[in-house]
């Protein structure tokens, strides 16, 4: 499979509740600002966030599968909700940092080859 920015931005057009919306925004942008001209370190940082979105909404909808939505105050739901997606965004962080390195390397020598980052930065 050969991974790009447009693969990563259609990818993350999915998103339909306006917490994923967001997060998804900030990673199309931060991902169609990659070049041959980004660095190492940008490139990394952009595949990292991007694979947390991806673990995120992997626990998501685990969630959905598995919990079903009982409560009928409305409020209480959202403030749930609020709590709900935060703590899941801190789980997919902390399994990202501590099990995805693998995946996240791949993602980064994939789009590595394709930008030529690297080659001609740490030649300067």
Known sequence: MDISTSSITSMLGNANRSSDTQS????????KNL??????????????DFESYFV????????????EDEDKDQTMSQYRDM?????IELV?????????ENYTNQ????????????????ES
């Open 56 to 67: 995120e909404q992997v626990i998501k909808q685990v969630k959905e599968t598995f919990i």
């Open 92 to 100: 997919a962080d902390k399994v990202v940092d501590e099990i995805g």
């Open 35 to 48: 070049s041959s001209n980004s660095t190492e370190e940008e490139l990394k940082s952009v595949l990292k």
């Open 83 to 87: 709590y709900m997606d935060k703590t």
């Open 24 to 31: 998804a925004n900030k990673l199309t942008s931060s991902a």
């Open 107 to 122: 993602l980064y020598e994939q789009m590595k080859r394709n930008y030529n980052i690297g080659d001609s930065n740490t």
